[in-house]
């Protein structure tokens, strides 16, 4: 798969739709005997993996930031109780 086979709005895909991906290129590579001429498809791979990646770390930091967020807002509320 070269760079230009790879959609345009990779980086707008979701999990399932790169996982997706990443699985043909995959089964791709299983089926074909000769891999030293694989190397533009190893290639996507490696990038795919990297967007993910970089998908998975900023989920993470929202889904941190509001728990912090709701956490900070149950202790605030919390702590208006104990002043009344």
Sequence with gaps: MKEKNLPH????????ELKELINNIIESL???????NSIE???????LNNIMEK?????SK????????KINDILNK???KKIK
């Excluded at 709005?9 to 399932?16: A, E, G, Q, W």
């Excluded at 498809?41 to 990038?47: F, K, N, V």
């Design 41 to 47: 498809e190893y290639q996507a791979l490696i990038r």
């Design 30 to 36: 299983e089926n074909k005997k000769d891999l030293e």
């Design 9 to 16: 709005d990779i980086k707008n895909k979701s999990f399932n």
């Design 62 to 69: 929202e889904i941190s930031k509001i728990t912090k967020e």
């Design 78 to 80: 919390k702590n208006e």
């Design 55 to 59: 998908k998975f770390q900023n989920t």
